[in-house]
Every structure is written in C-alpha cells, then in structure tokens.
C-alpha cells in the first residue's frame, strides 16, 4: 500500500501546474441569489449561458441554448384544480444540465407538481467552466433556490440526480422540519473508485485526464479533476451526515447496482442505515438480481436481451424511453467511452443493432462497441411511484 501511495505521488509531482486555474479566476459564476425570483434567475442564466456557451451546432443555438436553461412547469390549472400547491425542486449532476432532468420532471407536471430546475454552477456553457468552481457553489444555488421555492408553495420536495441527489439529500436532513421528503435518482454518495480519495490531491497539479470535445449539446464530454475532487468531498460530507444523524424523514431512492460511476453498494447502505423512515422506499434495478418486493426495497431484473439492454447505467434510470435525444429512437447515441478509438466510436454511433448498458465486461462480451444506454424501459411505472410516494407524504406533511 506505501508503495502504491509513494508511486502516485511521484505521478502528481511530475504534472505540470495548471496554466487554466489563473485563466478562471476571474470568472463571474451564475449562482442563485437569495429570495430571487425564479423568473429572474432564468434571464440572468440565460445571457450567462448565451456569452459563455460552446455551441455543437452554430446553427442552433436556440435549442441548444434552451435544453441547459433552468426551467419551470407548472401544473395544469384544468385538470389540478383543488390541490395543493406541491412544489419539486430538481438539480442535475456533476458535468450535466437540466435537460437532464427534463423527464422526470415532466412527469411531475403531469402528476399536478410544480417542478422548478436549477442549473449548477460551471454547467451549461463549457468544460473549462468547472476547474475553478466549488461544491460550495452548488450547495449556496440549491439551498438559496430551495429557500425561496419554499415561501411559495404549500408543500416542497427536494431531489436531483447523482450529484444533484446529494444535494437534495443534503438540504432535506438540514431542514427535516419543512421537507416533505426527497427524490433521488442515482444520487453519489461515494464515487464508484477505490482511490477517489487521491482525486483533491491531484486536482492540485493537474486539471484533466482528458479532454475530448463534446458532441452533445447537453452535456460535456470531459470533466476536469478538480470537480472530481469537489464531488469526492461533496459526497462524503452528505453520507456522513446522513449516517451520523439518521432520520425518518421519506426518501424516494432510485439507483442502478450496475452503476458505473457511483458505488451503489454505498448507496444501498446510506439508506438502510441513515433513511430509516418507514415511508422511505428503494427501487433498485439489477441484472443479476431477480424481482423482488420488500417493504421498503423493490428489486427489478435488468437482463433484457429482447431490447439488447444489460443493466442500466448510472444516467438511465430516470430516462424516458420517448425522449427524442435519448431515447430508444433518440438522435443521440452516448458512446463517449469509445472516444479514444475513432472505430469503435462510430460503429457504436451508427449499429442499428447495437447493445447497450453500462461499461461492464459482460457488455462487451455482447458488442465490443456497446453504447450507454440513457433510457429506462421501466421508466413510466417509476415515475407512477414516485407520484404515489409524493402524493401520500405530501398529505401526511400537511
């Protein structure tokens, strides 16, 4: 172990000193300010994001520009008429935008919740924009948002996906008196690593391990280390808490035990020993698991060769399967872990018959050009449950 410490030490300190830290210091970050309006915070996200935004396609910058907004949905006034006014507070992950959470929070809407979507600092525009950014940042957008929603609505939710689970986690057991629960997607509680905890070390001499432009206008390609490092002490700061303080507060948990980024056996732990509410609840999806069904816990099988797809990835659970960039017949295919082969990266784009999951080996053993699958086939009976969940803790909170 000395030794494999002493060597990663030698590879730190033979980096060269980031020449774009300096370059960042003067960047003005779009935080979200408090008891702003929301209206007001999506104009002032909108020319941030305008001036500052790498564009994948020059020619359409209004949808490009569109899908990394934050955004609000309300809920129909014809068909919700007589409810509560229920408001959801949503948060993307870590290299992410809002389009992200564009799904779920649709499907709130549908279920007469008011769904408001922040955009973390350092998203949205370009990659570069996260080396200087801090989850200090991010906690001050989602709580200042949180805070204000909160004054203006009957009943709030908190939730967010991966890092923005964490987030939500976060502020819902800091402020357990006036949550009525949390909604987490794939939330990071641990980084799926055994040495993320080298990553705050080598965020000092180093910004990237790669960098590959991005060809998805909703999400960057690459993420510099130091936002590595950020989420690392993000997530352990949210599961200690969480540990340390248990609560009975209700938590909706999805999450994939295939998941490729964050560690879900973390996770599972998280909620058996610090959400202790009996209203909590847990859908795991797993390829080697069979369906099962407990009180707390749902167990979902994920080997579905008739689709090709074997387990779900860190960024499918909550996917729909109808998105039109994502989805099954989506326009757009995540393959950037062939990114270093030109090859495979482009016969995983283009193979009408191509497999998809996360990057495990029983994947490539099926294709060696298998893509990422972004979609949930399970996704419309998820979010049936989450309405469910939301519905009965939202009455018992009044």
Request: hydrophobic share 40%; aromatic share 10%.
């Amino acid at each position: 172990m000395q030794q494999k410490i002493a060597l990663w030490c030698f590879l730190v300190l033979s980096l060269p000193l980031s020449e774009t830290v300096n370059a960042m210091q003067d960047q003005i970050e779009l935080i979200y300010e408090p008891d702003e309006p929301f209206a007001q915070y999506i104009a002032r996200a909108e020319q941030y994001v305008s001036e500052r935004k790498v564009w994948v396609n020059a020619d359409d910058q209004a949808r490009e520009l569109s899908a990394v907004l934050p955004f609000e949905l309300l809920p129909d006034a014809k068909n919700c008429t007589g409810e509560a006014r229920i408001g959801v507070l949503l948060s993307h992950g870590l290299s992410d935008s809002p389009f992200s959470m564009r799904d779920p929070a649709t499907a709130m809407q549908a279920a007469c919740y008011q769904v408001r979507v922040v955009l973390l600092p350092g998203h949205g525009t370009k990659a570069e924009d996260l080396i200087d950014v801090s989850r200090e940042d991010w906690r001050t957008t989602f709580q200042n948002a949180a805070d204000t929603f909160s004054k203006e609505v009957d009943v709030m939710y908190v939730g967010g996906f991966s890092t923005g689970g964490a987030l939500a986690a976060e502020y819902a057991w800091q402020h357990s008196d006036s949550v009525a629960g949390a909604v987490l997607f794939s939330p990071v509680f641990k980084v799926n690593s055994s040495i993320d905890w080298l990553s705050p070390w080598l965020a000092m001499f180093k910004d990237w391990l790669d960098n590959y432009p991005s060809d998805d206008f909703a999400k960057y390609a690459s993420i510099p280390v130091p936002a590595i490092a950020e989420v690392y002490k993000l997530s352990k700061e949210v599961r200690n808490l969480i540990l340390e303080t248990p609560k009975t507060l209700p938590v909706f948990m999805a999450l994939s035990e295939d998941d490729g980024t964050v560690d879900s056996t973390v996770s599972e732990k998280v909620f058996d020993a610090g959400m202790i509410g009996s209203k909590s609840q847990m859908v795991l999806y797993s390829k080697d698991q069979m369906s099962a069904n407990t009180d707390r816990i749902k167990v979902y099988n994920t080997h579905w060769p008739e689709d090709r797809i074997l387990g779900l990835s860190h960024m499918a659970v909550h996917g729909n399967p109808e998105n039109p960039y994502y989805g099954v017949s989506g326009e757009y295919r995540i393959c950037g872990w062939h990114q270093a082969d030109e090859s495979l990266y482009e016969a995983c784009r283009t193979d009408d018959e191509n497999w998809y999951g996360e990057n495990l080996s029983a994947l490539t053993e099926s294709s060696p050009h298998a893509a990422r699958v972004s979609w949930n086939p399970n996704f419309n009976a998820l979010m049936q449950e989450v309405a469910y969940f939301m519905k009965a803790n939202a009455n018992s909170n009044r």
